[in-house]
Every structure is written in C-alpha cells, then in structure tokens.
C-alpha cells in the first residue's frame, strides 16, 4: 500500500494513527498513550513500530507452530532470518512463551537499545503476573 496522507485522531486516553493510502485504503492504528503531548512525527513513528510487531508476531507462537516455520507451516514462505535483510534478533517472553523476530535492521545501537526497552516495558505493563522474574526482551 502506498501511503498518501496520515491523520491523527485524539480521544481521552488514546489516539488513532490512521494511514491512508491510494484507492481508498486505509489502516488505523489505536494506541494507548499515557503522553498527551507526543508530537505528530512520534506518534506516527510509534504506529508504525506497532504494525511491524503485528507482522511479525500474528499468528501463533513459535513453540506452536507445525515443522518450526515462523510462518504457521505453510510451505514456500521465507522466514526474515532467511532473507539475512538485518543484523538484530529480538525475543520477548510473554505469558510463557518466547517469540523471536529475526532480521532485524535499525540504524544503530541507540534505536535498538530504544525498542528493547520501550517493549520490555510495553510487556511488563501488560503482564498478567505483577512479579516476573527473568528477562522480557533479549537483543
């Protein structure tokens, strides 16, 4: 989908990223914000991120999946690993299981060091358990 506009709409406690694009397609992005005075660029940047953790992780989890193929089993789909595009592999555990994102490419140390901590927090908010022990997010 090729992006032509963005429009942000703000509600108590949540803001939509809505990415509109050619022939009237369009995908929304709702988020939770406990700061109300992000700018357009950084809520944008957020959706964003958001959509990729969608692609990445829909579907089951990895312990789940048939034959170990990140993509449900389903023959003749390349994993991101296989396609060797980025250096960083990031696993969260979550409810007990583990799910990796494999081939991943940021700009530098800083912005990965930034979505390792922004998801660890993200995981620990939602945590079922208050008190887990151990490691959110690996890098």
Not at 117 to 138: K, T
């Amino acid at each position: 989908m090729q992006v032509l506009d963005t429009a942000i709409h703000a509600s108590p406690g949540t803001v939509t990223v809505e990415f509109v694009g050619e022939g009237g397609e369009n995908i929304a992005v709702t988020m939770v914000v406990s700061n109300p005075l992000l700018d357009h660029g950084a809520l944008v940047d957020r959706a964003k991120e958001l959509m990729v953790q969608c692609a990445a992780f829909g579907g089951l989890p990895a312990q789940d999946r048939s034959q170990g193929n990140a993509d449900g089993g389903r023959p003749g789909i390349q994993r991101q690993s296989d396609t060797g595009e980025g250096p960083y592999t990031f696993e969260y555990r979550e409810g007990g299981n583990v799910r990796r994102l494999e081939g991943v490419d940021l700009p530098n140390l800083e912005a990965v060091h930034d979505e390792a901590l922004r998801s660890a927090i993200d995981l620990l908010d939602d945590a079922a358990e208050p008190f887990q022990d151990g490691w959110a997010v690996r890098v």
